[in-house]
C-alpha cells in the first residue's frame, strides 16, 4: 500500500524530459491555471488538456494579489478538494496555484464561499 504524506509536506520531483503532449497524454488535470503567454505561444497545450477547466492569467507581479486569489477560489469553488490542479507558466503563476491548492484542500473558507 502506497504511503501519503501529510499534506504540504515535500515530495521528491519526479522530472518529466518529454514533449508535453506526450508528457501529459494520459493524465488528467481538473484546473490548469495558466500563463496567458505560455497558451499563446504553444496552442497545443490546449489541445492536450482539453478536459480541463484552462484559467489564462496575466503573469504580472499584480497578479500575486488576495484579490486574484478570492476571484480564483470563487471562479473554481465547484471543483472538489481532491481536484488535481496544474500550474504552467513560471513563478507568480506557481504562487497563486500554490496559495488557492493549499486553501482549497486545507478547507479554509475564502471570502465569500
Known sequence: MKRQSAP????EPRIVRRSFSKAWNNRAADLVIADAKV???HPQV??????ARIISLPAR????S???LEWLAMQT???PRHARILALG???IGDLA??????????INTLGR
Do not use: F, S
Request: aromatic share 8%.
Open 39 to 41: 497558451l499563446r505561444l
Open 61 to 64: 507581479e499584480v497578479t500575486k
Open 77 to 79: 469553488r465547484d471543483l
Open 90 to 92: 513560471g513563478g507568480t
Open 98 to 107: 500554490t496559495n488557492k491548492y493549499v486553501l482549497w484542500a486545507q478547507a
Open 66 to 68: 488576495l484579490h486574484r
Open 8 to 11: 504540504g509536506a515535500w515530495c
Open 46 to 51: 490546449k489541445k492536450t488538456l482539453k478536459h
